[in-house]
């Protein structure tokens, strides 16, 4: 099978776009990777790592051949990071990202790329690290990735998108950007709100200290840490970019959150029993799909060696 | 050095039971290992396994001749399991548990046992798997074992318990029962409560699909998953038996995570990027002190392979 592009532009070399930058070199041998970040600093880095062929000075030219650039900025930075790129554009070239919420990028791609194709696309994977040297090649290899086109987007252009995801190792979904807005808020955006809460508020007690909540950790707390170790500016941006759906699962959580917290409070075992009985079969769900490590404790190798 | 105990028998047979027979046997071998489950599969299985040396059908039969009990079983359940052992109990006896609770927990015993000494501890060490098969003798190498010695304790029993968490690879700790439920509601409890809320809000969406919840559940979602797949008999208990402590650090975090939905509700991303940029330095502290996986992503390896 020919690649789906010839040329592909990836704009913003953090760990998702570095990843992006490896994958396509090690996956579609024959296609030219140009790579473009405002940060002069990670522009040196990626060219030190090998994360594209080219890494221009100056945004408008390394989007100029290309007809795929991938926007892989955080969702607030979107519109300027592509009306950078608008004079070194080609025609017929297929505007894509990697943001975590949709309807407003979409918005935010389509203001600024006036007459362009803008396909959005959301690839669910990551870690938390951050920063051009935190990409691999692998890390779309089993995972799912959402493209949620425009309703009158190019039925050819939508395939080459899936087909270059495919190419990736990922696995492809589409549906609109509104329903991926509410899918994520749940699966993504709820629980990085909740870690970063959870983190925060073991740091700032009194009565028990930042050192004990260090050593102790291996109780569960530390989980919530590796989340909660995530791009600030990343999440910042969507949270206010998915307000509205991550508002609507927060009141949700909430609510069950004060259903089991009066659980407690009156001593009612039964109902605290049947909710954590009830939650193991998702977990289960996960491990048959292949969406998590199959071993205890995520697989961890910090029993000094093995487990 | 001469190992602190002869004879040690392990009551309840589950993931911690389990693996402090199999740790004995690899760490002490010249120490008899008797273990007891009050369940008969329980008791088969473990034998098949080899978790103990010997696993009598009577609890008090399980508790002659040893110098260390240590129960294992859920913290609501610790009472009657140690009454049972009580005609079997050799003078000068040793009586630990490693419940995740401690101050109710030590008045259970105490009350169960009068006139017997009574060491509680808790082994801050586990996975998500449950029951006799979920052991290993490593499970608690480099992990903190916490030790809440009551004020008259003899200090020559307290020493031998340390001896002995520590020829099992732990380090160990010692602090009131009162600090200790505190520092783990915070680390362990509100954890898990928070983990168990959000996988069954998730599994109660309407606009949702639990299938797009499975799939889409790599974005940060199924890292709860983990923890909401814990024993719920044991977790029930936990609740139970620390409910004040649980109580007040809920309480703060639900201030915590009002703030961050007024902040996300008013558009204040400054408030946001300050909350999540001071969240990294507890992530960082727990990889300095070896207690979580540095690698990204805790090292999972779901990526068709490698990262």
């Not at 050192?211 to 170790?229: L, M, P, Q, W």
Request: some cysteine; aromatic content about 6%; charged content about 25%.
């Amino acid at each position: 099978m020919s690649a789906p592009f010839k040329q592909v532009t990836v704009v913003g070399l953090g760990l998702l776009g570095g990843s992006i930058g490896l994958a396509v070199q090690a996956a579609m041998p024959g296609v030219r990777v140009v790579g473009f970040d405002a940060d002069a600093e990670v522009r040196t880095k990626a060219r030190e790592l090998g994360l594209a062929h080219e890494v221009p000075e100056v945004a408008a030219d390394a989007a100029r051949g290309s007809d795929l650039v991938v926007l892989c900025v955080p969702v607030g930075a979107m519109g300027q990071a592509a009306a950078a790129l608008a004079d070194g554009l080609s025609d017929g070239v297929v505007i894509s990202d990697v943001g975590s919420s949709k309807a407003s990028v979409a918005r935010a791609l389509a203001e600024a790329l006036p007459g362009h194709t803008v396909i959005p696309a959301h690839p669910v994977a990551g870690t938390e690290r951050s920063g051009p040297d935190a990409g691999f090649a692998s890390l779309f290899s089993n995972r799912w990735c959402i493209i949620t086109p425009p309703a009158d987007a190019d039925t050819a252009q939508v395939a080459k998108l899936v087909a270059f995801w495919e190419a990736l190792g990922a696995r492809v979904d589409m549906m609109d950007a509104d329903h991926h807005d509410k899918v994520l808020a749940v699966t993504s955006h709820l629980p990085h709100l909740i870690a970063y809460t959870i983190v925060g508020t073991a740091s700032d007690l009194e009565q028990v200290t930042q050192s004990e909540v260090i050593k102790y950790s291996a109780g569960g707390f530390r989980d919530f840490t590796r989340i909660a170790a995530s791009d600030p500016t990343m999440w910042r941006d969507v949270f206010l970019s998915n307000r509205d759906a991550v508002l609507e699962m927060l009141q949700r959580f909430t609510e069950d959150l004060t259903e089991l917290q009066k659980a407690i409070r009156k001593g009612d075992g039964d109902t605290l029993f049947d909710h954590f009985e009830r939650t193991r079969a998702i977990r289960r769900g996960i491990i048959e799909m292949g969406q998590d490590d199959a071993r205890p404790d995520f697989g961890r190798s910090d029993h000094d060696g093995q487990q």
